[in-house]
């Protein structure tokens, strides 16, 4: 296990373009760690940085205290998983994850020793003679798996490693990595676009945007008081509704839209005109009679989905689109006009002109 820090971490390549900018992360030891984003805001260049296969051009990363610049990628102590298998076709599934410590010349019973064991923990024991061709895309995902595990190296990194799998071993995959690390308890650095996979896997999460870090906490912190509306409406399937209205007179109005500004919304409101609303799908439910003093508003229904144990619907509410998860026993039908309960104690409040938040209801941040 190791500590990894990032230092006012900056990338530019000699275009004159800059795609990461002044990184600040620290992870501690024996702590997984998920790089969440849309696809270019710089996550696998950031893995890719600490792994050794990427220059730094400003600032610098440290494991252990030791700063790793000046290193060549097999001096960091690191063990990598790409999200290509990269796996020998002509070579058994012994002879993958032995590969690396042969190179090391590490001696043949400590090797035998070290794969077997790793196969153990990843069940594949009984597949150690076979071929690549000969096995599933998840069994060949855990073999690129043990190929790092056999390391026993300070850090683990994961580049996106579950893209190529179909959406039913994902979730299979996410299991075995969540088991994998309590058992080895080591320090893993995990980047994906895909934030279900950030949500249920990390200790910590950082969502970058942009080449920026965004924000970085629990996920129950990214979740429940997200700093800004990108990391709001990124977070969550769906994600948060956010409906830009404007500010007056202690009301926040759209085309037929009224919602009271709470007093502590209205505190640090200042001079602004407009604020954009922010409430999750789960906390917007339909309202027989809405509550004297609650927040409400009038929709129509566009699309109904159902999904089983739920039902996903999404209103056009003064020409904005808000999605509610509902029971799955509500029926619906697209054109039904509707009211709706909001719950107040787990609203967010964000400025429309940068994004940044406001201030989130009391609810929003007991839950974080």
């Not at 320090?187 to 970085?216: F, K, P, S, W």
């Amino acid at each position: 296990m190791a500590t990894v820090n990032f230092d006012r971490v900056v990338k530019a390549y000699d275009n004159g373009v800059t795609v990461l900018h002044d990184i600040n992360l620290d992870v501690k030891s024996g702590e997984f760690v998920v790089f969440v984003g849309p696809s270019g805001c710089g996550k696998s260049t950031l893995m890719r940085m600490l792994a050794g296969l990427e220059t730094v051009t400003g600032g610098g990363i440290s494991i252990e205290g030791r700063r790793i610049e000046g290193l060549a990628p097999r001096e960091r102590d690191i063990a990598m998983v790409f999200q290509d298998y990269a796996l020998y076709p002509h070579k058994t599934v012994f002879e993958n994850m032995a590969f690396g410590l042969r190179l090391r010349k590490t001696p043949k019973a400590e090797i035998e020793r070290r794969v077997r064991e790793a196969a153990d923990m990843l069940q594949l024991g009984h597949l150690l003679e076979r071929k690549p061709r000969n096995l599933s895309g998840g069994q060949r995902q855990r073999v690129a798996m043990g190929r790092a595990i056999v390391r026993d190296a300070k850090v683990f990194l994961f580049d996106e490693p579950l893209s190529n799998l179909d959406a039913k071993l994902r979730n299979e995959m996410r299991v075995e990595i969540k088991k994998l690390h309590r058992k080895l308890g080591a320090t893993m650095i995990y980047v994906t676009h895909d934030q279900v996979e950030a949500m249920t896997l990390a200790d910590r999460i950082a969502v970058l945007n942009g080449g920026y870090v965004m924000q970085y906490g629990t996920p129950d912190e990214i979740y429940n008081a997200p700093v800004n509306t990108f990391v709001a409406g990124f977070t969550g399937s769906p994600p948060m509704n956010l409906l830009r209205l404007h500010a007056s007179a202690g009301m926040a109005s759209g085309d037929g839209v009224a919602l009271p500004l709470p007093a502590h919304v209205r505190a640090v409101l200042g001079e602004r005109a407009e604020v954009t609303f922010g409430v999750r799908p789960e906390n917007v439910t339909l309202a027989r009679a809405p509550a004297a003093g609650g927040l409400h508003v009038t929709g129509r229904v566009t699309v109904v989905e159902p999904m089983g144990a739920e039902t996903v619907c999404t209103f056009d509410v003064a020409g904005q689109a808000l999605v509610a998860r509902l029971a799955p026993d509500v029926r619906l039908a697209p054109g039904d006009a509707v009211s709706l309960q909001l719950d107040a104690a787990r609203t967010h409040w964000f400025d429309a002109a940068d994004g940044n938040v406001l201030c989130e209801a009391a609810g929003a941040r007991e839950a974080a």
